[in-house]
């Protein structure tokens, strides 16, 4: 069992750009489940992927 998360740069990676994620809980096989997904905006890419993972998490927490 394992939990994947997937963030995708739909920004065209300019320096600030905005993240689609997905989080799924499984194997990443056709029986893995999409427990969350969503939309970070507006990510400064030069604060590195630490702030934007942190976002990710405030963002889906908040989802809830």
């Known amino acids: 069992m394992s939990l994947i998360i997937t963030i995708r740069n739909i920004s065209n990676l300019a320096p600030q750009s905005d ?3 997905t989080v799924l809980i499984g ?12 939309l970070v905006t507006g990510h400064e890419r030069s604060d590195g992927w630490e702030k934007l993972a942190q976002k990710v ?3 889906a927490s908040k989802s809830k």
């Open 19 to 21: 993240y689609e994620y």
């Open 27 to 38: 194997d990443g096989g056709p029986r893995s489940r999409i427990i969350a997904g969503g």
């Open 57 to 59: 998490i405030d963002n």
